[in-house]
């Protein structure tokens, strides 16, 4: 064992052209935007406003930024794979078979972890403070911490591409494969350690937003009068602090196997590799309700504001998003039906996994009603929350069918499954963080995006989804596994063009919505939201300037109702000028920046490269940083700022006359109206 462990030179994959170029890629890129910020003198702006700050808002944005980052990873991957698979009929591709596995188990771990978590997260950040009516979340530098331990699991997986090697098991390690006797390198202790450092990160999200919830709403808000979103947010993070440490424990398990010689999953030593299946399920049926909860959350809130009502059946949806949280723990033995556990145990968890469909149909069910007889309108997250529901529904009515045990038995580990899968987490999930993402932007950034651009995404995405994925219900009936690198079947080759044609068109939809932002950012001044409701929303976060001060409220609100912005709107309305008098202005203090999340997330990649490549002396050095980093912090004299009443008094009388002004347009227009209906 030398001083750098087993990291040598053979680490550089040198053999791969692809990987070297595409990871150096990537790296030169990362450089490039880092001189540029220092070069332009943005650093110490950077460092301020973003790096260590503890804002959530900031924190929210900064989590789906690296969403988006990873989305075009995780796309890439996905059209290598396509584009493999399309080309490999009796041919090997182009992809060599270690390099397809290893793209294979990056998209699902990207994918999943680094896509669709921070982006729900990152939502989270930015809204339900702001709909509780309250300043922050509980642990605002927790919150900053949260981040970066999952910006550093993200550094370890792209180190992959360049030193070493990724997983080649699959987005899940599955034992015996993912044993040292039979994935000898170091892909699977990048997996765990990148998983085992975000994870913490996401277990400590989990905790900050229960409490946050549970303990910090504004005077008046009761349960009952929550918004939507902050409900499946709570039931989210309930299952992100029940189930994540489950995974925490079976990683570790199956790390003190490769490490130290355990046998926890090593079936030759006396373990059970069947016990991973179990545990990783344990935790991985929940997470699909980790994500998707809350993306139900976001169509309640779109539905309702583009519907101009109420949402419709309220308490049942409360019910419904609790009863998901419950039952999504009784169902997670259909991913393996074929375990051997005999078919009265299989029965159970089949009969477990219809009956979890019935409050999602409920939901569905009170979407399409509060759309019924309201006035619609079909804007771009409207048109992603109607996708959503047709996509869901088909993807939904395949989930019921693989919850039939001899069903499953003949489509298990077959495309069909994958099919099912994407038509879930893309239909519900990625459809709702992109209709959360355009209805919310406004109020992080200040100013719309732009519609015609929107819609255009929505549709190429929503068509490029069905020509991707459509196919794959067609060849997993005839037959077609997962993960195959090359395949001999005549038949199967018409619907993989097609469905890598679809990839391409999806990819196009990213490409709309990054032209969405550039020219929604060069035409930001004529988008600006003055007034802070651009949608004339029904909650609490349009009640705020956009984007909000860093105190979001000058004074509490006092929640009466369960639409409290609402009813403040149409009491104003009635009335022809602002209802509330202007408060009593306060100083008020908010948690001081903090440099500890990014300095742990630091110390956190440090330690973990260290443990992948066995350079001890290293993993010593970053656990004393990390122990320096708690002291240091936990001895702070000053760990709040205090802002001026006179600061606050004027950004909130700046919010209030840009309302009171809107207001009077809108009596003004009402009275144009009014007079010009008797003429007509």
Not at 97 to 123: N, R
Not at 338 to 347: I, K, Q, R, S
Request: net charge neutral; aromatic share 14%.
């Amino acid at each position: 064992m030398t001083l750098l462990g087993k990291l040598t030179l053979q680490a550089l994959p040198l053999q791969e052209p692809l990987a070297l170029y595409s990871g150096f890629g990537v790296f030169a890129i990362v450089l490039a935007i880092l001189a540029w910020v220092i070069i332009k003198g943005y650093g110490p702006y950077v460092w301020r406003e973003w790096i260590t700050s503890v804002d959530h808002k900031r924190i929210g944005v900064m989590y789906c930024i690296l969403a988006f980052v990873m989305l075009l990873r995780g796309m890439a991957d996905a059209i290598m794979m396509r584009a493999q698979q399309a080309m490999a009929y009796n041919a090997p591709g182009y992809l060599p078979p270690s390099h397809f596995d290893q793209v294979f188990s990056a998209h699902g771990t990207i994918m999943i972890f680094f896509v669709a978590m921070p982006f729900v997260i990152g939502l989270m950040n930015v809204i339900v403070p702001l709909q509780l009516g309250v300043r922050d979340v509980a642990f605002p530098t927790l919150n900053s911490v949260s981040f970066w331990l999952t910006a550093a699991g993200v550094l370890l997986v792209n180190l992959s591409l360049v030193v070493g090697e990724f997983d080649k098991t699959g987005w899940l390690p599955y034992p015996p494969l993912s044993e040292l006797r039979y994935s000898p390198g170091v892909g699977v202790d990048y997996y765990c350690w990148s998983l085992q450092i975000s994870g913490i990160g996401t277990l400590m999200t989990g905790i900050n937003f229960v409490t946050t919830i549970l303990k910090l709403r504004a005077p008046g808000m009761h349960y009952t009068r929550m918004p939507m979103f902050c409900w499946t947010a709570l039931a989210s993070n309930l299952l992100i602090v029940a189930a994540f440490p489950v995974l925490t424990a079976t990683l570790a398990m199956l790390l003190l196997d490769r490490y130290v010689g355990f046998h926890f999953f090593t079936d030759t030593g006396g373990g059970n590799s069947m016990m991973f299946m179990n545990l990783i399920w344990a935790w991985g049926h929940p997470e699909v309700y980790i994500l998707a909860l809350p993306a139900f959350g976001i169509y309640s809130e779109v539905v309702s504001t583009f519907s101009n009502k109420p949402l419709f059946g309220y308490r049942s949806m409360i019910y419904a998003t609790m009863a998901i949280c419950i039952i999504s723990f009784t169902v997670w033995l259909h991913h393996f039906f074929t375990m051997g556990a005999g078919a009265d145990v299989n029965a159970i968890f089949g009969i477990a996994s219809m009956i979890i469909a019935v409050p999602t149909g409920v939901k569905i069910f009170n979407w399409l009603f509060t759309m019924y007889g309201g006035h619609v309108r079909f804007t771009s997250p409207m048109l992603w929350s109607i996708g959503f529901i047709v996509t869901f529904a088909i993807g939904g009515m395949t989930g019921v069918l693989l919850a039939v045990p001899p069903a499953d038995f003949q489509l298990h580990n077959s495309v069909f499954l994958v099919a099912h899968f994407h038509n879930v987490i893309i239909g519900a999930v990625i459809f709702g963080v992109f209709a959360g993402y355009v209805y919310w932007f406004p109020k992080a950034f200040g100013f719309t995006l732009d519609e015609t651009l929107g819609k255009w995404a929505f549709w190429l995405w929503l068509i490029g989804f069905w020509v991707a994925w459509g196919p794959g219900y067609v060849v997993g009936l005839e037959g077609m596994t997962r993960r195959l690198q090359h395949y001999d079947v005549a038949e199967w080759r018409p619907w993989l063009i097609v469905a890598e044609w679809g990839v391409v068109i999806v990819l196009l939809g990213i490409a709309a919505q990054i032209a969405q932002i550039v020219v929604s950012v060069r035409t930001r001044e004529q988008r600006r939201d003055v007034t802070g409701d651009p949608w004339d929303g029904r909650n609490l976060e349009w009640s705020t300037a956009s984007p909000p001060p860093p105190f979001n409220f000058a004074v509490l609100p006092d929640v009466t109702d369960q639409e409290p912005y609402w009813d403040m709107k149409e009491r104003a309305r009635e009335m022809g000028h602002l209802t509330r008098p202007e408060p009593e202005y306060q100083p008020i203090h908010m948690p001081r920046n903090s440099a500890t999340g990014f300095v742990t997330a630091f110390l956190a990649v440090v330690t973990g490269f260290a443990l992948i490549w066995h350079i001890w002396w290293l993993v010593v050095l970053g656990l004393i940083g990390a122990y320096a980093t708690f002291v240091v912090f936990a001895w702070r004299d000053h760990d709040e700022d205090l802002i001026p009443v006179e600061e606050v008094a004027r950004l909130d009388r700046a919010n209030r006359a840009a309302r009171s002004a809107a207001l009077q347009h809108r009596q003004l227009r009402r009275e144009a109206e009014t007079q010009r209906e008797p003429r007509e």
